[in-house]
């Protein structure tokens, strides 16, 4: 297997507990400041690293982590990257409060469809023969996923919420082929990536938990849970193995973005047996073809 696939499995199994996270985090709360102090998390945790990586970059405590000096260029890049990123986060954590999650994050899933269908056309990707298979598996198994939802009353042309995740899913797809320009391309390290999109995602979910505080806290009131935290703390990790992977000259975002999908296998088990979401059977024979295009795609 392939060091970036390699990584890309291992973010995909710390993206399943921040699905697992958010979902929890959410329920029954305000979306607002749960976006706000999982994405300070993250900040704070890079905060350091940025200071020590300008003033006394020996005392950085590894090489990977040690965050590079930016233009003004630059800065404007990653804060893009924020706001794109940002924008798909506030619509996917509405709607992932009001659907089960056993159907919000297959949803999410599809993004590799966007993703592969631009890196092929447009960024002259070409995935092998074994790989365009695992794709396609893949791809058939977020499908039925959405024809499960079906079953429990989910019109998907109709319900607002699932079209809310449809928009997250394309803005993720386009921050997703972003990323790959701005670590292949652009030259960004991983370390430098993630730290300062962190640092800017703070600054993007700012104006809508003003909002939320001056119009609608007595509305939708915050209740503080630990696993608040732990949605900047999982997405740290899954993220920075996620640029680690991308980083790679020979990496495939049509690859990559398809596998790191497959952390719907955490949010099925977490759905269905401990939040004793229905459909139970059909979903796992979807998650079971997603396997097989899992393991497919690893040859």
């Known amino acids: ?155 998907f042309s109709r319900d607002r919420w699932v079209g809310c995740m449809m928009i997250a899913t394309v803005l993720g797809a386009l921050s997703a082929l972003y990323d790959k320009h701005l670590l292949q391309r652009a030259g960004f390290s991983p370390a430098t990536t993630q730290a300062w999109f962190s640092i800017y995602l703070v600054v993007v979910m700012a104006p809508l938990t003003l909002h939320w505080y001056t119009r609608m806290r007595r509305e939708t009131p915050f209740h503080w849970r630990w696993q608040i935290p732990l949605i900047g703390i999982t997405l740290l990790v899954a993220d920075f193995l996620y640029f680690s992977a991308i980083a790679y000259p020979d990496a495939l975002i049509a690859v990559i973005s398809p596998v790191r999908r497959s952390s719907i296998l955490i949010a099925f088990a977490t759905g269905i047996v401990f939040l004793k979401e229905t459909n139970g059977r059909p979903k796992a024979i979807c998650v079971t073809s997603l396997l097989v295009g899992v393991y497919i795609l690893s040859w």
Do not use: C
């Open 1 to 155: 297997m392939a060091p970036w696939i390699f990584l890309s499995v291992l973010s995909a199994i710390f993206l399943g507990l921040y699905d697992v996270a958010k979902k929890t985090a959410l329920k029954g709360n305000a979306v607002p400041p749960v976006l706000m102090v999982s994405t300070v998390t993250a900040s704070v945790v890079w905060l350091p690293l940025i200071i020590l990586s300008r003033h006394l970059p020996h005392a950085v405590p590894h090489p990977m982590l040690t965050v590079e000096s930016l233009s003004w260029l630059e800065h404007g890049m990653l804060f893009f990257k924020s706001a794109l990123a940002g924008t798909s986060w506030i619509f996917a954590f509405f709607a992932l409060k009001h659907l089960p999650l056993s159907i919000a994050s297959p949803i999410r899933a599809t993004s590799p469809i966007w993703t592969i269908w631009v890196a092929t056309l447009w960024m002259g990707e070409s995935p092998s023969a074994n790989q365009w298979l695992g794709i396609v598996i893949i791809l058939s198994a977020f499908y039925a996923f959405s024809l499960v939802g079906l079953k429990e009353g989910i019109r």
